[in-house]
């Protein structure tokens, strides 16, 4: 096995400004967690209070994983794996640690595998809208045109792999001419198509009913399988415990400062999950349809509402496409650490890793394909008992969201917290004094007793 464990700090691949470097963590952390998942759950979970109780996690627990992540991966330099073994030996630790690295490649891997499958979804939908499906279209029909996609593995399949070929080649053109220019390009558009949807919400939809239903908090509303969504979703969002931070951090110049980085990615994830649920719940309500639809709230209740109104073909149009810009961006994220291993670990050049890790990640992703027709009734480990039900996609979400997230996250916060040496930290995170220690508290603390009850429960 050929390695190069040359540190990317050495190398010329750095980002180019502490601007790329935020624009793409954001990319990663903004996706379809924020646009698809977190208006849903707090639709589910009765709006104002769920908000609050989130905001709390992204910001106590969320927050110093993303610090800590970002900066173990700078000092290693190298791909998660490596930089967790130059780690425990720089660091003097046990080498048990350098499981982090190994959970990050393998999470990443899994992670991608789904994903891609509905960001394919948000392909099929863009052709949807700009066509005028929706348009004067009922209930029942737009639940029909969903149930029939997902009821066709060879569309689903279509669309997964044109969403992977778009994710490889971006991957393959490197960390500049890659990455930094897809988020370049792809954030500012994401930015502008939401701000043209919360307008379109505003002087079309029941603006003031979304805005009093996501911040007037009824903590009546709000139950304790609330409080751990809002949890785990904070780590899901913004994108930690599975090497993409670490992988990106690894080509971050040595000036740039990690908390203050850290704390603009958190704002931007937090600012367009809140701006999403205002473009989406004002359609909602002027519809009168359910907030707490579940999962199918944008690709059945939304769909609803564009074909209710005027300029909806157009509208609808811009939604799926600001839908796909987010799914692009976190999903490039996810093929880095993977093509980062190979390059690193195997010595193949990036465009056959991206290529080879793209196309091993697209097989497996098959699974997700047929999980929605017909594999719907296999439930490969339906024989332990929380397992039961479960199908292939079901699975490696559960072991992905539930199991590798929070425990890589938890393993992070542990190591920075309590293995690694104090000695230079507080400059390599960027605070000092009293934020410094406060920082720790939370870090060595807090954040690892808040990220346990969410694990404990996710696997009750
Ligand atoms: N943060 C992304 C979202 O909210 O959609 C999801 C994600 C990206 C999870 C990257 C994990 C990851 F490594």
């Known amino acids: 096995m050929s390695q190069n464990t040359q540190p990317h700090q050495q190398a010329n691949n750095l980002w180019s400004s502490k601007l790329a470097f935020t624009l793409a963590a954001a990319g990663s952390a903004v996706g379809l967690g924020n646009i698809w998942k977190f208006p849903y759950i707090t639709g589910e979970n ?8 989130y905001l709390a996690c992204i910001f106590l627990i969320g927050v110093p994983v993303l610090v800590a992540e970002t900066m173990i991966g700078r000092k290693g330099g190298q791909s998660p794996v490596a930089t967790m073994r130059t780690l425990t030996r720089s660091e003097g630790t046990s080498r048990g640690w350098q499981a982090i690295g190994w959970n990050g490649v393998i999470a990443s891997f899994l992670v991608l595998s789904f994903y891609a499958v509905i960001g394919g979804w948000a392909l099929v939908y863009i052709g949807k809208a700009a066509l005028g499906l929706f348009t004067g279209a009922d209930a029942e029909v737009i639940g029909g045109q969903f149930g029939n996609l997902l009821a066709n593995p060879w569309e689903l399949l279509l669309w997964h792999s044109v969403f992977m070929a778009i994710v490889v080649f971006i991957v393959s053109r490197g960390i500049r001419s890659g990455l930094e220019k897809a988020v370049n390009l792809l954030m500012p ?120 109104m005027s300029g909806g073909a157009l509208f609808g149009t811009v939604f799926f496409a600001l839908l796909l810009v987010a799914a ?79 425990l890589g996250g938890l393993a992070i916060a542990l190591f920075a917290g309590w293995a690694m040496k104090r000695e230079g930290l507080a400059s390599d995170i960027g605070l000092k004094g009293g934020s410094f220690r406060a920082f720790m508290f939370v870090l060595r603390f807090v954040t690892p007793a808040g990220i346990g009850i969410v694990f404990l429960y996710n696997l009750v």
Not at 46 to 53: E, K, Q, R, S
Not at 197 to 202: E, K, L, R, T
Not at 203 to 215: H, I, L
Not at 293 to 307: K, N, Q, R, S
Request: hydrophobic letters at 55%; glycine letters at 12%.
């Open 328 to 406: 692009i961006t976190s999903a490039i994220s996810m093929l880095e650490p993977v093509v980062e291993w190979l390059e690193e670990h195997k010595g193949i050049s990036r465009v056959k890793s991206a290529i080879g890790g793209g196309f091993a990640i697209w097989f497996i992703g098959i699974g997700t394909v047929l999980s929605f027709n017909i594999w719907g009734d296999v439930h490969p480990l339906g024989f332990i008992s929380f397992l039961e039900g479960k199908t292939v996609f079901d699975l490696l979400d559960f072991l992905v969201s539930n199991l590798m997230m929070p």
């Open 189 to 308: 558009l994401l930015f502008l198509l939401l701000i043209a949807m919360v307008f379109y919400a505003m002087t079309s939809g029941s603006f003031g009913q979304a805005v009093s239903f996501m911040f007037s908090p009824d903590f009546s509303k709000l139950t304790t399988a609330g409080v751990l969504t809002a949890l785990g979703h904070a780590a899901f969002t913004l994108s930690i415990g599975i090497g993409v931070l670490m992988a990106y951090g690894s080509y971050l110049p040595k000036s740039v400062n990690i908390a203050k980085t850290a704390m603009t990615i958190a704002v931007l994830d937090t600012g367009v999950a809140l701006l999403a649920g205002l473009a989406i719940f004002p359609l909602v309500f002027a519809n009168n349809l359910e907030p707490g639809a579940g999962p199918g709230l944008i690709f059945v209740t939304l769909p609803l509402a564009f074909g209710q």
């Open 46 to 53: 009765g709006g104002g209070a769920f908000v609050l109780i």
